[in-house]
């Protein structure tokens, strides 16, 4: 069994653990980790066909000149989590995402030393969410100046301190009597989703010492060039997913790093206090307007071309549409909520917990709806 979080007591939350009380981890990930390179994306001579290494819960392969993605598998263990990568210059490297455990971030470090030797300039977490920003401890430890956008310290403050505060119970104990006391057999799935989900932030978050940037990015001085020695990435924010989001784009390749303003083969998390759900489809917008050989690495799923952005877009769609269609027949919103139905087309899509997805996204669409900016 692997020790994945090393609590202070010695006492770790191994995997086994994990995905029997995060169930809906593994459930979803053996749809969305397991996808091997779409036909088309393995014909792109940018993508390295053998990975550089692969660890099974994650591998990192080549994408491009000086640039490599890191792909989790969940399935496999829970060490990264989400996506991230690296890009490795002639006089400098950056990397991408502080990953769930400080073991994720070290694996990501030790494939960029199997690739270059050049001092590490930063490390980047696209956004504050536990998933991207637990690990960071590792590049404290090392040295490794950590940038973020300047409010994903406060928010990784506001949301992850109070839990280490309280017990499980505490945490769980409300909706678990909402689950006990739902009046349809519809609700009751979504709810015990969400106690899944849950559960498996409380173990995450309780087992590790959180560690904050230290060079916040003003998101008014962005976009911001960073000259990498023959390579330049350009770090840019959007609105959608959490209200802190930063990509890391590389214009001269056409390689997108977009953090979890795209999800791929997944439902898109939108639980977020400042998610926007206008804002995420404008931002997908401009997406889509970019080079049609644009090579975007998501937070989550398998690496994709432009028909990933196509794809996540038509689901935001459906959304949307069917969001309207209830908020017309008077449905109120904490019912619509539970009321989306997930079209044959995206059956075969994974969904991380009602309550963290289609949920909210479904009451945000309510609300925009209701104040006129739809
Ligand atoms: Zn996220």
Not at 65 to 81: C, R
Not at 230 to 258: K, M
Not at 276 to 293: C, Q, Y
Not at 352 to 358: E, K, L, P, Q
Request: glycine residues 10%; charged residues 20%.
């Amino acid at each position: 069994m692997v020790n994945i979080t090393a609590a202070p007591n010695g006492k770790g939350v191994t995997r086994r653990e994990f995905l029997a009380k995060g169930g809906t981890f593994g459930a979803v990930v053996a749809l969305s980790g397991m996808m091997p390179l779409r036909a088309a994306l393995a014909a792109d001579a940018r993508i390295a066909q053998a990975p550089l290494v692969d660890k099974g819960f994650a591998s990192v392969r080549k994408i491009g000149e000086g640039l490599y993605a890191t792909i989790s598998d969940e399935s496999k263990g829970i060490q990264t989590m989400c996506n991230g990568g690296f890009l490795a210059g002639k006089d400098a490297a950056l990397l991408i995402e502080g990953y769930v455990t400080t073991a994720g971030a070290a694996f990501q470090f030790d494939a960029l030393r199997m690739a270059s030797q050049v001092p590490v300039k930063a490390a980047l977490n696209t956004h504050y969410h536990f998933d991207h920003s637990l690990g960071n401890a590792f590049y404290g430890a090392k040295d490794i100046p950590l940038w973020a956008h300047a409010k994903v310290a406060s928010r990784m403050a506001e949301s992850y301190l109070p839990i280490q505060g309280i017990t499980k119970t505490a945490m769980t104990g409300p909706v678990e009597k909402q689950a006990k006391e739902a009046q349809s057999e519809t609700v009751r799935e979504h709810l015990q989703s969400d106690l899944g989900m849950m559960n498996a932030v409380y173990d995450l978050v309780s087992s590790t010492v959180l560690s904050m940037p230290n060079h916040p990015l003003d998101p008014a001085a962005l976009p911001l060039k960073v000259d990498l020695g023959g390579l330049e990435a350009i770090l840019e924010s959007f609105p959608g997913h959490s209200g802190t989001d930063i990509i890391v784009r590389v214009t001269a390749q056409n390689v997108v790093y977009a953090g979890d303003l795209i999800f791929n083969t997944v439902y898109p998390v939108c639980f977020d206090a400042q998610a926007t759900m206008s804002g995420w489809r404008a931002t997908l917008k401009t997406f889509a307007s970019w080079d049609k050989d644009t090579l975007f690495v998501p937070g989550h799923g398998p690496i994709c071309g432009q028909e990933g952005v196509r794809n996540l877009r038509e689901v935001f769609d459906d959304l949307a549409e069917q969001a309207e269609k209830l908020h017309k027949a008077g449905v109120p919103r904490a019912e619509a909520e539970h009321r989306y139905a997930v079209p044959e087309k995206f059956k075969s899509l994974g969904i991380y917990a009602w309550g963290f997805t289609i949920g909210p996204a479904i009451a945000k669409l309510y609300e925009e709806l209701e104040s006129g900016k739809h």
